[in-house]
């Protein structure tokens, strides 16, 4: 991106900083929204600075993931002045010393929630689904009902409660606040005296309840004030507000600037998007760049739950390597190839079992989402410790093994059972176990890499991790009617069976080694030359069709929903481009979609080519 400089929507930024009014300002891709937002902050400090830290105030900002707030803190010197922080991270900060307004968030709103949700799930019958239901309305009315003796309350970044015990999750934590933002004025009042500014980045990602309860907190004139950075067209998760605007009174203001993408790339932004006209404003306007579809006859998907064979993803591989070869870009390093779902970038790294595996039956939804961001706790050891270590020990760095061990190892922790050891005999017994890791590598199932690493302290290992490695392998044939809750053990089971080389690929993946990454995966990044894949059958979900998106009078109109998420991952696709963009899109109709990208001005003529 080429240097930032003041624009006409940052001039107006600064006017209602002076004037302290709330604002939101929409930034399409490439536009600099991060530069805006930290010089809105340092303005404030320039200005304000010396008042806030009398009075002990601070100016709060709230982005979407925890890379974002230490490149944000970078970027302000890590001033204390400021509270850069992930939403949950903020909102647990606030609600942490309300203990008796979470217990009746809990008791008045969360709790109930939950259980009317699960009576949902109970048809009064007796499979496990409703047994499992029933269950839980009791575990919950159990917790509802020892609410009055829970003290305080706890937080842990995970998906899991214990009410009774003043336990408390990651979902737990937006609608508490919700709630608290809604109902409770000295809830209000004591975060608006502590933070007269509150600034929110990627507000897309920011959930509909808590824009409103800040919203509520900034409302009126004079201090405190919101100021919301972000786009609307770049909200690609669930449950995320996607619209979001000042309170009543604010500005919203629109960044029209693209210091990212050259010509062609934003031409075809503009055409697509239509609400906001970009222009190159940095080193991009010398840059022309280019932009080129290519369309391929799509196959008859031959596997059940229209999935391709092996064959046919074979068969796909091979066009795209044809085309990277015409476009001239076959063994370029800045090349990054995005895809919707991983089943064809896992067939070329070495990992489609495994990804088989976590897209198939035993694979609940959030056991999809918590692999494809690399976060699922039974391949959590091998992401963060163990696939490391075989690296290191395969490149002979014997200082990054003791890193890693002295950083996730019980056995070499200050207090482990090498502790007293000197760094010379730690190396010698490190080289050693390692060595043995090594030696069954190749040979041990993914169950017995797991147990010999828990025996020997090189991992601490979760105890749900623990419940599944020490229980009987279920042995009963899967069906979904009586075991869909308990597929997990099927899942773990087939997993711990499984050889380490199709999880050491993937560990690859995940850790950014290679050049393919989903669509999702590349939020906030860019890259020199991007090839974007959309194939609706390889990406099997219902909620995306980039067919009926683009060419709907040839595929067929998408749901409102599906064009809605189709749209805007497609535009976060395109985006990421800084100089070339190649689509290589998979259709029935390759002839009738060509005609209809043209008619639609998304793209010229030269610019879309047929291959049969």
């Known amino acids: 991106m080429g240097t930032w400089v003041e624009s006409k929507a940052d001039a107006l930024v600064r006017k209602c900083l002076d004037d302290r009014r709330s604002f939101a300002m929409i930034a399409g891709a490439g536009s600099g929204k991060t530069s805006s937002l930290v010089d809105a902050l340092g303005q404030i400090r320039d200005r304000e600075g010396v008042a806030l830290r009398r009075h002990g105030q601070r100016i709060a900002c709230i982005t979407f993931t925890r890379r974002a707030v230490e490149v944000i803190q970078a970027r302000l010197g890590f001033d204390d002045l400021y509270l850069v922080s992930t939403l949950h991270g903020f909102l647990w900060g606030q609600i942490s010393r309300f203990h008796d307004d979470i217990r009746e968030a809990l008791r008045e709103s969360r709790i109930p929630a939950l259980i009317e949700r699960a009576r949902e799930d109970d048809n009064g019958g007796k499979s496990k689904k409703a047994q499992k239901a029933r269950a839980k309305i009791e575990r919950l009315t159990a917790e509802h009902a020892a609410l009055g003796s829970v003290e305080t309350f706890a937080y842990a970044d995970t998906s899991f409660s214990d009410y009774g015990k003043g336990k408390i999750g990651h979902d737990d934590i937006i609608e508490i606040a919700t709630y608290l933002f809604a109902r409770n004025a000295t809830f209000r009042r004591v975060t608006g005296l502590r933070f007269p500014y509150i600034f929110v ?111 046919q993803i074979e068969r796909a591989l091979a066009r795209m390597d044809e085309a990277v070869a015409d476009w001239g870009w076959a063994g370029r390093d800045e090349v990054v190839k995005l895809f919707l779902a991983r089943q064809m970038i896992a067939r070329r790294l070495g990992f489609s079992d495994l990804n088989r595996l976590f897209t198939g039956d035993y694979a609940s939804s959030r056991a999809q989402d918590a692999f494809e961001a690399g976060e699922h706790f039974l391949l959590k050891p091998f992401l963060s410790t163990i696939c490391p270590l075989i690296t290191a020990q395969e490149q002979g760095d014997d200082r990054q093994i003791i890193n890693l061990l002295r950083r996730d190892s019980p056995a070499f922790a200050v207090d482990g059972l090498n502790a007293e050891k000197s760094l010379k005999l730690m190396i010698e017994i490190s080289n050693a176990l390692i060595g043995q890791l090594k030696a069954l590598w190749g040979t041990e199932t993914v169950g017995s890499i797991l147990r010999f690493c828990i025996d020997k302290q090189i991992v601490e290992a979760s105890e749900r991790l623990c419940e599944h490695l020490d229980r009987a392998p279920r042995t009963e044939a899967f069906d979904e009617d009586v075991h869909g809750l308990d597929k997990g053990d099927w899942l773990a089971d087939s997993l711990f069976q499984m050889t380490c080389g199709s999880v050491a690929s993937y560990a690859d993946y995940i850790a950014n080694n290679t050049a393919f990454s989903t669509q999702h995966g590349v939020k906030g990044e860019e890259y020199e030359k991007v090839m974007v894949v959309y194939d609706d059958v390889e990406a099997a979900w219902n909620q995306y069709s980039f067919n009926k998106a683009l060419t709907p009078l040839t595929a067929g109109q998408p749901t409102e929903r599906q064009l809605s998420l189709t749209q805007k991952l497609a535009y976060v696709s395109f985006s990421r481009a800084r100089e070339d963009l190649r689509v290589l899109m998979f259709t029935t109709d390759p002839e009738g979609a060509r005609a209809e990208l043209i008619d639609s001005k998304l793209l010229g003529p030269d610019q879309i080519h047929v291959v049969t």
């Open 201 to 311: 980045d990627e507000a897309q990602d920011t959930f509909e309840g808590i824009v409103a309860g800040l919203n509520l907190v900034c409302a009126g004139t004079g201090l405190p004030v919101i100021g919301y950075f972000g786009d609307p067209w770049q909200q690609i998760y669930d449950r995320s507000a996607g619209t979001f605007a000042p309170p009543e009174g604010g500005e919203v203001i629109t960044k029209t600037e693209n210091f990212r993408c050259s010509m062609s790339v934003i031409r075809l932004l503009n055409a697509y998007r239509g609400d906001v006209e970009q222009y190159a404003a940095g080193d991009n306007k010398a840059c022309e760049g280019s932009v080129e579809f290519r369309l391929v006859r799509a196959e008859e998907p031959t596997e059940p739950r229209r999935r391709y064979s092996e064959e």
